[in-house]
């Protein structure tokens, strides 16, 4: 497995701090567009990790938007990665963090969202492959 794909797996986790290492490898093998493309990755791991683990709101969000900057000049997809789903699912989550109050840090009511959240974080999806014969 490279460590792209090790990166991803993390990710897919939930494992959004030791993914973020694993892009940053990933980046350092890779050429330009590749780095380009993985360094948004990275941004949407550290923005996760930003927001689950330390209670951060606008730098997350900061984050998301300068990935979906970059994201989207590689529509619709790129290495095998459906990006096309990734920004809609990242927007998605983008304009529900956005609706979160910003002065709620703490409390059982931020512990509820931040479970909720969790479980509608974006994930990085493979291009689905037809694998029959015509």
Do not use: W
């Not at 930003?50 to 997809?77: C, H, V, W, Y």
């Not at 790129?78 to 956005?98: K, Q, S």
């Not at 709620?104 to 492959?129: D, V």
């Amino acid at each position: 497995m490279d460590s792209l794909d090790a990166a991803i797996e993390e990710f897919n986790r939930g494992e959004y701090f030791k993914a973020a290492e694993l892009f940053e490898n990933a980046a350092a093998e890779s050429d330009d567009t590749g780095k380009i493309f993985i360094v948004a990755l990275n941004r949407i791991a550290a923005g996760l990790h930003l927001r689950f683990e330390r209670g951060g709101r606008q730098a997350a969000i900061n984050l998301f938007s300068q990935a979906m900057l970059t994201l989207d000049q590689l529509k619709p997809s790129h290495d095998g990665i459906d990006i096309e789903v990734l920004m809609t699912e990242l927007h998605a989550y983008t304009e529900e963090l956005r609706a979160t109050p910003r002065d709620e840090g703490e409390g059982m009511k931020h512990r509820a969202r931040l479970f909720l959240e969790r479980r509608r974080a974006p994930k990085i999806k493979r291009l689905k492959t037809d694998r029959k014969s015509v």
